[in-house]
């Protein structure tokens, strides 16, 4: 299938799709599934596409008979990491690397396994992935938390922008009472719909964290550790207290409707409000926290699609049930004028607001479904099942707009007069309102079954490449060092270190990063250990790729220093990419929102004009200083980056000359022995000395290279014609004078 025609058919399924839940998946994994390891690892890491529970996330390593050799969880300094450390000396053999990752973002739980090999591989042994199925207890809770937040913001905006409109009577004292008691009964409903979603919510979390049943969460209390313990905890507990709020609200609403109808009828204008954030809650925990292609913009599109679902399917309810009450004293030609004048005006509403679910909806579904196979996946068919669930109430809808707005369709006119008049009276009265609001309960059922439903893991993040790895042996210690991932960002330095007899026991290893083009040196760091000659630092000394250096000091209990140095060729493809930016899809996506938005709000924007009574010498000045106060905005932003690109520069300006000498061992003595015999006058304890000593956590290769060719204050250069070669081994050698208090921080 083309990508044209693939986008044509994503338009087709996302035109009118409601929010859904999606789970992480693995963007690196080290070591890669199925890969052959000539020696044992170290440590194994799985990064995510999103953050994980700390308190419920789970790494297990178990041999080809199943025994469990180590467990590990989430890495403290970057909580989209699962890792363990590996026993050392595994044997040659299969593996079986068991995942449990819970994510943070909307509380599910997948259960998978990989596979790796020492020595070659094994046949027989395979990695297992959770089926994407949905949970049926979460599409239960998914689909009365849905409902009742669509029919608690759906009839508090339909009060506020059609009922007041259409049947307010005309001193504003707001709509007639047996009205008022069926909205007030409707959002109590709603009230206690979500309440009872949110409980089975927390139930049905808390057996997911904990892998338990029912009974088991019940009778250890389990959901106490969910609540607060997680983030699903913390949104819930927001929306609970929430839901508290909005209910002590309506009884307050309700006691003094009569006493202070003012206070009454601001309560209720201002529930849609309260609406939007319950809606804005469920965005937090949908699938759009999860996007690879900027989450907090994922969030503000899918809140508002919901948004326009939510005044179109919560409405159109509340509509259907407020009319039988609203229209029961009337009868005849009052009967029919009462109901099109709401039916009017929402049908009006509803048209921008359709725009805004498509292309909401379009750009949800970008992010999601990126090739054909992923229409075949369960999430695929999934939306599919929606959307024909749903034509026929856009069939419906679209067939109530036109004789509403334009008199009888076509379709009437064609067919008997008493069936043509029948057609008629059923939407001038709301009956196919009705109709139309009991449809809409079939798709929010498929819609909470999707929001279930894994999305397809899309193919470009998840890559598998090998860590960069060196050994070299040095002073009579063997070292293997390895960097994980080896790219951009936060790694993990392990050192498996030994000596000639096997018993390497050094009282302390160090480390330094040093990337000679920018003259870029870290501060010492003490590497932990973990066990035998096992060490482990991290940090995010790498900021960009390109030729770095790894210096390791290692000293023993009498003192002596060994140095070993690594060259490392830094890759950006190594990087841990959990995002990508946007294509022209999504940018054109965004821009016709943004114009649909425009377009609804510019009714409200003309009557502020009009209450401004401006003139065309008072609008023309406005625009100038709009116009000139957006240039001043800009300009003032590019000199802003220009004086932090400049600041950047003049802080850590691109060396004179780059230390081409790798300071190794054979460096360090090769410059010891030059130090002794061409730099005696710097051996004395001069201030200047001290001083240039002092200097060496900060100074500059190449400002310590002047010093030995040219000198420094009272120091004077090294004798003899040094060649350049021979004055980097000076540096080198005389950076091992630097004090290095962090370093045993």
């Known amino acids: 299938m083309k990508r044209g025609k693939l986008w044509l058919l994503c338009a087709l399924l996302a035109c009118l799709a409601l929010p859904s839940g999606a789970h992480g998946f693995v963007v690196r994994a080290i070591p890669a599934d199925r890969s052959v390891l000539e020696r044992s690892p170290t440590r194994l890491q799985y990064w995510f596409s999103e953050d994980l529970e700390p308190r419920f996330s789970e790494i297990h390593l178990r041999d080809q008979t199943g025994q469990v050799l180590a467990s590990g969880g989430v890495d403290p300094r970057n909580r989209a990491l699962l890792a363990l450390r590996a026993p050392s000396r595994l044997p040659d053999g299969a593996y079986v690397v068991e995942l449990r990752p819970a994510f943070a973002s909307d509380g599910h739980v997948i259960a998978e396994s990989r596979v790796f090999f020492v020595g070659e591989a094994v046949g027989g042994v395979a990695g297992q992935t959770e089926a994407a199925r949905a949970i049926p207890l979460e599409a239960l809770w998914r689909a009365l938390l849905n409902l009742a937040n669509f029919v608690f913001f759906g009839a508090s905006s339909l009060y506020a922008l059609v009922l007041l409109p259409a049947w307010g009577s005309p001193g504003g004292a707001g709509l007639p009472r047996r009205v008022n008691r069926a909205m007030r009964n409707c959002l109590a409903v709603a009230v206690a ?13 808390t057996m997911a964290f904990f892998n338990a049943g029912a009974s088991q969460v019940l009778e250890g209390s389990l959901w106490q550790v969910v609540l607060i313990g997680s983030r699903f905890g913390d949104v819930w507990t927001f929306r609970f207290a929430l839901l508290i709020f909005c209910a002590v609200l309506l009884f307050v609403a309700e006691y003094y409707r009569a006493l202070m109808p003012g206070l009454a009828a601001g309560i209720w204008r201002g529930m849609p409000w309260l609406g939007a954030l319950f809606i804005g809650l469920s965005m937090a925990t949908s699938h759009a926290a999860g996007s690879t292609i900027l989450p907090w913009l994922a969030i503000a599109v899918d809140w508002i699609h919901a948004l326009a679902a939510a005044f179109w399917l919560g409405g159109a309810l509340a509509l259907a049930l407020l009319l039988r009450a609203a229209l029961a004293p ?27 679910i498509v292309l909401s909806g379009l750009y949800t579904a970008s992010n999601f479904l990126l090739s054909p196979a992923d229409l075949d996946a369960s999430y695929g068919r999934a939306l599919t099942l929606k959307l024909l669930l749903l034509t026929p109430v856009v069939i419906l809808a679209g067939w109530q707009r036109l004789h509403l707005r334009s008199g009888p369709p076509r379709l009437t006119k064609v067919l008997p007069p008493a069936w043509s008049a029948r057609l008629a009276h059923t939407v001038e009265i709301g009956n196919a309102l009705r109709l139309e609001a009991i449809l809409m309960l079939l798709p929010l059922g498929a819609v909470a079954w999707l929001s279930a439903t894994p999305v397809p893991e899309p193919p470009a993040p998840a890559v598998d490449i090998a860590a960069p790895a060196s050994a070299q042996t040095v002073g009579g210690f063997s070292l293997s060092v390895s960097v994980i991932p080896g790219g951009p960002g936060f790694n993990t330095y392990d050192l498996l270190v030994s000596s000639g007899d096997g018993k390497a026991d050094p009282l302390r290893i160090e480390l330094q990063w040093v990337n000679p083009e920018r003259a870029l040196r870290s501060h010492w760091q003490r590497v932990e250990r973990v066990e035998g000659g096992l060490y482990s630092g991290a940090g995010d000394e790498i900021d960009a790729p390109g030729e770095w250096q790894l210096l390791v000091d290692i000293f023993d209990e009498a003192g002596g220093r060994t140095r070993a140095a690594f060259q490392w060729e830094i890759s950006e493809a190594a990087a841990i990419q959990q995002t990508r930016g946007p294509d022209l899809i999504h940018v054109l996506l965004l821009l016709a929102l943004a114009a649909a938005l425009a377009k609804i709000a510019l009714p409200g924007f003309r009557k502020l004009v009009g209450a401004l009574n401006l003139t065309a010498l008072s609008a023309g000045i406005g625009l100038a200083v709009v116009a000139l106060s957006l240039a001043v905005m800009a300009f003032g932003a590019g000199l802003i980056a220009q004086r932090q690109r400049e600041y950047a520069l003049a802080l850590h300006p691109p060396p004179a000359i780059v230390n081409a000498v790798l300071p190794d061992a054979a460096s360090l003595e090769r410059g010891a022995a030059l130090y002794r015999e061409r730099c005696l006058v710097w051996q004395g304890q001069s201030a200047d000395f001290r001083a240039l000593r002092n200097r060496l956590g900060s100074a500059r290769d190449d400002f310590l290279y002047a010093v030995v060719a040219e000198g420094w204050r009272s120091l004077p250069a090294c004798e003899g014609q040094l060649s350049p070669e021979q004055r980097w081994d000076v540096v080198n050698y005389f950076r091992t004078f630097e004090a290095r208090t962090r370093a045993s921080e």
Do not use: C, D
């Open 193 to 205: 719909l979500a309440f009872a979603a949110s409980l089975l919510a927390l139930l049905q979390a």
């Open 330 to 356: 009337l009868e005849g030609e009052a009967k029919r004028r009462a109901a099109q004048a709401a039916l009017r005006r929402f049908s009006r509403l509803m048209g921008p607001l359709v725009a805004l």
